[in-house]
């Protein structure tokens, strides 16, 4: 089955203290990418990457970083964890980007709380 | 810049309604343009797509038609459920050498025995 799979799901983190969100994809899909919701907001893309060892910033890519280290791995950092990341984080990912023909499929969702 | 403006909710239909909910973008080059939705508590799901106009994307009884000269892919359904209370979000795709989907805010939708 085609999946997306984040982890954790549900979080609750202290301001400082360093986390990792996992997102792993079984479909060789070379473009994956992080989006944060936020009420009145909708999604908004954090970062995005092509292909293996290839990133580039989204729109709102501040306090967070990422690495692509694998094809089927895209993990999402929060060195510093701030109270206004606190939010629902989705994973995304598709065969080869955003362009017409492509479906981006999205994980479950995480929920991060920074206190 | 790109951009997605949908209707804000929420919306509250009964049972057997009819439900549009409308969206336009402003974009550059020809967009693909999605409607997803989500579930309490679940992630987003693809519920239709039209990659150019005039093409129409159908899933689970929801209709929306890419219409250029209005730049509008507004959502439709005949006769609403209570299972399709949900979240539903427009969005529209970039090509070229920014990548990304970028979304409206997301229109909630109650659907009332």
């Known amino acids: 089955e085609a999946q997306v799979t984040q982890n954790p799901r549900y979080l609750i983190t202290v301001t400082g203290k360093k986390l990792t969100v996992t997102c792993s994809q079984n479909?060789?899909?070379?473009?994956m990418s992080w989006y944060r919701q936020d009420p009145g907001l909708g999604l908004r893309q954090i970062y995005y990457?092509?292909?293996?060892?290839?990133?580039d910033k989204g729109d709102v890519p501040e306090g967070y970083k990422v690495s692509r280290k694998e094809k089927r791995n895209f993990p999402l950092i929060l060195e510093s964890p701030s109270p206004n990341q606190t939010s629902l984080y989705f994973c995304?990912?598709?065969?080869?980007?955003?362009?017409?023909?492509?479906?981006?499929?999205f994980g479950e969702g995480s929920w991060l709380t920074v206190v | 810049g790109n951009s997605v403006t949908q209707m804000e909710g929420p919306v509250t239909l009964s049972e057997e309604a009819f439900l549009t909910i409308n969206c336009t973008y402003t974009?550059?080059?020809?967009?693909?343009l999605f409607w997803y939705v989500q579930y309490p508590g679940e992630g987003l799901q693809l519920l239709l797509k039209?990659?150019?106009?005039?093409d129409k994307g159908s899933n689970k009884g929801f209709e929306a038609t890419y219409r250029k000269e209005t730049t509008s892919f507004h959502l439709e359904k005949g006769s609403v459920q209570v299972s399709d209370s949900a979240v539903y979000f427009c969005?529209?795709?970039?090509?070229?050498?920014?990548?990304?989907?970028?979304f409206g805010t997301g229109t909630k939708l109650q659907v009332i025995p």
């Open positions: 995304a990912s598709s065969l080869s980007g955003t362009g017409p023909g492509n479906t981006i499929y």
């Open positions: 479909m060789n899909h070379e473009y």
């Open positions: 990457s092509m292909n293996v060892e290839v990133t």
């Open positions: 974009a550059t080059g020809y967009p693909s």
């Open positions: 039209a990659t150019k106009a005039d």
């Open positions: 969005a529209l795709s970039h090509s070229g050498g920014y990548q990304k989907v970028t």
